[in-house]
């Protein structure tokens, strides 16, 4: 049987794969299912995985929901639960890249939006769609977009349905970075490396600050990062004596 989303463990990263590359990777209940069991894995073994990689395969990131399924009545194990799957993936302790090739629509880009950076390809290109078919956002795209490029430009996004590119996306804010299309495996090696070297401890630790004290006034916010900090990771004193070692054999 074929897997819907794959899952592959490398040096501390766990790269996951939508995998329905003849459909687009449209998002349907069957890969919402593998995909929450492999979220909840990830969130159990902080110790080996650092870093999640949300990726699509063949020719894009997901063409998004998938219309056949509304259409034809889907039905889900309980309401809301693509919602459901899509906030524990925002809410996975260690940081996630959502990596954009090709098309990313509506449901798709509203699971892209889980992701702490999303970077894309030059050849990425993002729109939201609900309008056009009459539907409604359910899946986060109302609260998750305006925060993440501003409130004027998400209305645009959302009244217009307009399709936006790579570079586009990257000057509105939308995405991180946004790199040719034959470097992007490379950039995208290259980011998961520079995250992956840095404390896992304080990727999770800043994760949770960020998450905790989004829309808090600058007080409390302050107030939250003093009381409820967890302290210095278990490496620090290791991470130290390496750079000094290192800066006395530079000296």
């Known amino acids: 049987m074929v897997e819907l989303v794959t899952r592959k463990n490398e040096g501390g990263c766990a790269t996951l794969t939508l995998n ?101 390809s030059e050849n990425a290109k993002f729109a939201d769609t609900h309008a056009r078919w009459a539907l409604v956002p359910v899946w986060g795209m109302s609260q998750r977009l305006p925060r993440r490029i501003g409130q004027s430009k998400a209305a645009e996004m959302m009244l217009t349905c307009r399709i936006y590119t790579g570079q586009q996306a990257l000057a509105m804010g939308l995405v991180n970075t946004c790199v040719a299309d034959a470097g992007f495996d490379a950039e995208l090696a290259a980011l998961a490396s520079t995250i992956l070297a840095n404390s896992w401890h304080s990727h999770r630790a800043n994760k949770a600050l960020l998450a905790d004290t989004d829309g808090l006034p600058l007080p409390a916010g302050l107030s939250h990062e003093i009381a409820r900090s967890r302290g210095r990771g278990p490496d620090m004193a290791e991470r130290i004596a390496a750079f000094q070692s290192k800066s006395a054999k530079i000296s």
Not at 38 to 61: P, Q
């Open 20 to 120: 329905r590359p003849e459909r687009l990777n449209a998002l349907n209940v069957a890969l919402f299912l593998e995909l929450e069991s492999h979220i909840d894995a990830i969130a159990a073994v902080t110790d080996k995985v650092g870093l999640v990689i949300l990726r699509g395969s063949g020719k894009c990131f997901s063409a998004g929901h998938d219309l056949n399924d509304i259409a034809s009545g889907e039905k889900p194990p309980r309401p809301n639960y693509q919602a459901h799957v899509i906030e524990k993936l925002a809410m996975l302790p260690q940081p996630v890249i959502a990596a954009v090739h090709g098309h990313c629509y509506t449901g798709a880009l509203e699971l892209a939006l889980a992701g702490d950076l999303i970077m894309c």
